[in-house]
């Protein structure tokens, strides 16, 4: 078996009060997670993953806890869950990012370069 990543146990999870504890106070309770929301203000994340390998197979996920906790726009807990591998599939998680348009390639870019001289600029 191998263990990656840190779930806090419902022990210390009980501690924990929405509505009271804020950002700095969970993280003096708990630790601060591996990973947080993709957005500035989101919640925190916990992830912990149990593997098995069995001889020469593929080793396989047997158990995953995640654990979400909320924060509101005062930064203090809204809400917390924990989620276990029997709550859903793997999902990949992308960021959002604003798009700046097609980029040109370089033989396009040169092109353009070519096609604004006029026979006067030559002179």
């Known amino acids: 078996?191998?263990?990656h990543g840190y779930a806090p146990p419902d022990d210390l999870l009980a501690e924990i009060e929405v509505g009271r504890d804020t950002r700095e106070t969970v993280a003096e309770t708990i630790?601060?997670?591996?990973m947080g929301g993709v957005m500035e203000g989101s919640g925190w994340f916990y992830v912990q993953s149990d593997w098995r390998q069995r001889g020469w197979r593929?080793?396989?996920e047997i158990d995953r806890?995640?654990?979400?906790?909320s924060f509101d726009a005062n930064d203090r807990v809204s809400n917390i869950e924990?989620?276990?591998?029997?709550?859903?599939e793997v999902i990949a998680l992308s960021r959002r990012v604003t798009d700046a348009g097609p980029r040109p390639s370089i033989v396009s870019q040169v092109l353009a370069v070519l096609g604004n001289f006029t026979a006067g600029?030559?002179?």
Do not use: H, K, N
């Open 1 to 3: 078996m191998t263990y």
């Open 82 to 88: 924990r989620f276990g591998l029997q709550d859903g």
């Open 121 to 123: 600029s030559f002179q």
């Open 65 to 69: 806890q995640v654990v979400a906790i």
């Open 58 to 60: 593929e080793r396989e």
């Open 31 to 34: 630790g601060r997670p591996g």
